[in-house]
């Protein structure tokens, strides 16, 4: 049996009719979304695995209406939980441009202020998001690559930019 990997994490509740607002952890096409079964992490009482009824692209996240979630109220009941799919059908839903993230091995990563931080020593797939491992300080650091950390990553330049402010609050001393 295949273990399940998030795809995203719910960030809205958008509308009375119970569509939701999910910023992706990799590119996804939404097409292959549709009439998908997907795990609820954490779980609720009521709601655990939902299918997609619909899935649009939307403002650089997904737009997503779940069956049986109809209303607000229980669209804003799912809100910061994640989605997740069986692993074994992950490359299915992914773009060839989210491929590129097992790509950045040796990239130079960089805080947005300028300063350099060291290379990508390896691309961890973990079940919430991917993660860079680094050396920092003579420290090993994971690093999630979610939008709050990344704020570029420029595959021509081989080139990783972290926003110094989260960078700070987390791994600076």
Known sequence: MAGLVSIGRIV???DKAG??????????NPEKLKNLTVFVAPPQLDVNYVKINE???YNGRLLIFLKSI???E??????????QVPENILSEIKTDKSNELENLLDFEIYLNDGRKIGNVKEVIFTPANPVIRTDYNKKEILIPV????????DYAKRLIVLDSDNF???WEE
Do not use: G, H, Y
């Open 55 to 57: 899935a649009l692209e």
């Open 146 to 153: 979610v939008r709050e950390f990344i704020d570029e990553i």
């Open 168 to 170: 700070t609050k987390n």
């Open 19 to 28: 569509s939701l607002i999910v910023e992706p952890f990799f590119d996804i």
């Open 70 to 72: 109809e209303t607000l």
């Open 74 to 83: 229980k669209a804003n009941a799912l809100k910061q939980r994640f989605l």
């Open 12 to 14: 809205k509740a958008r």
